[in-house]
């Protein structure tokens, strides 16, 4: 009953590997955005992030960060001393 289960197993797998079509052809899946989609949400999320950044320190009074300031700060976290 064991080698007929692993004989199975072994089939579904061979089949798998030497199948021409990938499982998401088999399934019909399609990503639901866009790549492009993606990197804009990612610019428009960033972009309200800093600003309701920007909004906490004019409050406390503090000068505004840029998109450059921020990124200097990541590299710098990142790579330190370059």
Known sequence: MA???VGFLAWIVLLG???PRSGADVLGWRPTRSPETEA???ADDLDQMLEAANRLRRRR???ERTHEDVADAVR???W???
Do not use: I, K, M
Request: a negative charge.
């Open 76 to 78: 710098e976290d990142r």
């Open 80 to 82: 330190p001393g370059s």
């Open 17 to 19: 590997l030497r199948s």
């Open 3 to 5: 080698a007929l289960f």
């Open 40 to 42: 804009e949400n990612d």
């Open 61 to 63: 009074g503090a000068p």
